[in-house]
């Protein structure tokens, strides 16, 4: 783990739908903070919240939170916000034991797409399969991502999780081992749209033509045929 977020936090007194509401006008943010000794209500700053929100690291990294005297670390559980207009209106967190292991999400980082050799090459472009793994290790030992170097990534080539170099003391919890090992990503050659030209409407206009072309001719014979009926009746 190469960086730590902090943040500050007061008890909360009063619980309820009513009291959260008046915590959020006053720009504090209702979080549960749990697996410590016991379960706590806290208030956070909804400005500092949100700066540290901003940072993708927040979301997998060690966060110490300072509640009274007291420091607890944890790491985000749950996050909550007003599906219209984005705010944060309540968030979970984990306490966690730096000396035991734990389970979190880490992102994938693909690194030299622009050196690719399916991509610079050969044309093709790239299928990020896995954007994230879960994986497990001490609080101390969490990755900021997983680097994966598509650098040699050849057409209709993968790279699985067992190919992946993991940092030290981490392990995947699902997959990477030979029974169950996923692609993480693939390059493939775009599929190009053949439009094929119907010969229908050539064939139909050439019908046509002849269609018209014995039709003339019959006319033609018709016409040839009246002035000798008209002459006959003459006669």
């Known amino acids: 783990m190469t960086s730590q ?3 500050s936090a007061v008890k909360r007194e009063n619980l309820g739908k009513r009291a959260s509401k008046r ?4 720009n504090l943010v209702p979080a549960e903070i749990y697996g ?4 706590k209500s806290v208030l956070i700053d909804v400005f500092e919240l949100n700066k540290q929100t901003k940072d993708p690291q927040f979301y997998s ?17 749950d996050i909550q916000r007003d599906p219209e207009k984005s705010h944060i209106t309540h968030i979970d967190f984990l306490a966690v034991d730096m000396n035991k292991k734990i389970n979190v999400n880490v992102p ?4 030299n797409e622009d050196k690719c050799v399916g991509i610079k090459i050969s044309g093709g ?9 879960e994986i497990s290790c001490l609080p101390k030992d969490i990755p900021e991502n997983i680097d994966v170097d598509v650098t040699n ?6 790279i699985h999780l067992t190919e992946i170099t993991l940092p030290d003391g981490v392990e995947i919890l699902h997959g990477g081992d030979k029974e169950h090992d996923t692609a993480v990503v693939k390059c493939y050659k775009p599929v190009e749209e053949v439009i094929e030209e119907s010969t229908e409407d050539v064939v139909g206009d050439e019908g046509t033509t002849e269609d018209s072309k014995d039709a003339k001719a019959n006319e033609s014979d018709s016409s040839d045929d009246k002035p000798e009926n008209k002459q006959d009746n003459k006669e």
């Open 5 to 7: 977020y902090t943040l």
């Open 153 to 158: 990534l050849d057409l209709n080539q993968s």
């Open 61 to 77: 990294n060690v966060i110490d939170i300072s509640v009274d005297s007291s420091k607890i670390e944890v790491i985000l559980k």
């Open 108 to 111: 994938f980082r693909f690194i």
């Open 125 to 133: 472009i790239l299928s990020h399969i896995l954007n994230e793994i």
């Open 23 to 26: 915590y959020r006008r006053d």
């Open 36 to 39: 410590s000794k016991e379960n």
